[in-house]
């Protein structure tokens, strides 16, 4: 299995970013989907879920800021992030199978300077 993460950037607060995850090895579309972050000296932290329903969840503080969605045929999932803050400032993870899942992608850097 693998997961290849992308799209992350240097942006300024209030801007916006789009985080893709392109996943090869594993049957997509039957499997949910999750984004993490790690900000310097913090333990990893979960952002966003989404079930091979679609259904989403957030975590509270980027609730209504940022968008989980997939495309099962191209076998990626995203991550939209509208109105950024300095603390979104981290390295963001996707994920298939939770926190204690061996699938991670390799995460990619989001800085948001104020």
């Known amino acids: 299995v693998q997961l290849q993460a992308s799209g992350g950037g240097l942006v300024q607060a209030g801007g916006s970013l789009k985080l893709s995850c392109a996943v090869s090895g594993i049957i997509f579309r039957s499997n949910a989907m999750s984004w993490y972050r790690q900000a310097p000296g913090k333990q990893r932290e979960w952002v966003a879920h989404i079930s091979s329903g679609f259904r989403t969840d957030y975590e509270d503080h980027v609730k209504g800021r940022f968008t989980i969605s997939r495309d099962n045929a191209k076998k990626t999932f995203y991550l939209q992030m509208n109105s950024l803050e300095p603390e979104d400032t981290a390295v963001y993870y996707c994920?298939?199978?939770?926190?204690?899942?061996?699938?991670w992608g390799q995460g990619t850097q989001v800085t948001v300077s104020s």
């Open positions: 994920n298939i199978g939770g926190a204690t899942s061996n699938y």
